[in-house]
DNA sequence: ACGTCCAATGCTGTTCCGGCATGACGCGGC
DNA sequence: GCCGCGTCATGCCGGAACAGCATTGGACGT
């Protein structure tokens, strides 16, 4: 399980289409693909069900989805919350000279 | 910024100590000490000080210790809740015959 | 029955990554 | 002052992981 994996399923559980997602997140359709067949495999789960129109969520996957983008946000905010304080603290890459 | 490198750096933080930090990560130490590199340098500051007797995390790696910790834990969740709700669904792991 | 649209798979070149050996640096003992 | 020790960092290499291309397999609509 990895923050990119993370990241694709959500935009797949978004645009319920595969290819629609990767065009989304700059990548091609079958890695994408692979990306969900991973955490399935590794959560031991199906996440979506295959319909002829694209991917619907399951059960299953909701629950995935609602911890996802707390995961993403977090990720986020700490992304920003480190570079704050390096700004605050004089950091490498901004020394006030 | 993976999940892996944020197991490092919670690692590192927790036993000041890279090599040390290793062993417990069941990896050796030039990996590892590249992980915190990779993170620093992606954050664009420095995470931990350098000392003689290893690393001592500066106010950069205690904001990021805080979130790092709060992200594997989500992870954590995230993991048993998915396979939680697939066994109250009948998954595919788990036919019940 | 055929064409269309979708995800999944086979394959290949590249990139990433871990481990081994070694380097660079600082400290302490002598 | 010199040497030895301990620490993290780096050069290198072999293997695994990954993205993209081309293609397949399957389902629906017409």
Same mark, same amino acid.
């Given at each position: +399980?990895?923050? @990119?994996?993370?990241?694709?399923?959500?935009a797949v559980?978004?645009e319920?289409?595969v290819?629609r997602a990767a065009?989304r997140?700059?990548?091609?359709?079958?890695?994408?693909?692979?990306?969900?067949?991973?955490?399935?495999?590794?959560?031991?789960?199906?996440?979506?069900?295959?319909?002829?129109?694209? +991917?619907?969520?399951?059960? @299953?996957?909701?629950?995935?989805?609602?911890?996802?983008?707390?995961?993403?946000?977090?990720?986020?905010?700490? @992304?920003? @919350?480190?570079?704050?304080?390096?700004?605050?603290?004089?950091?490498?890459?901004?020394?006030?000279?």
């Amino acid at each position: +399980m990895s923050i @990119t994996h993370l990241q694709s399923f959500v935009a797949v559980a978004e645009e319920g289409h595969v290819g629609r997602a990767a065009l989304r997140l700059h990548i091609t359709q079958p890695p994408l693909s692979r990306h969900i067949l991973a955490l399935e495999d590794e959560l031991g789960t199906p996440l979506f069900e295959r319909v002829p129109k694209g +991917m619907r969520l399951l059960p @299953t996957g909701e629950a995935l989805l609602h911890h996802a983008r707390r995961i993403l946000a977090e990720v986020d905010v700490a @992304t920003r @919350t480190v570079r704050e304080a390096a700004q605050g603290s004089g950091a490498a890459s901004k020394p006030p000279a």
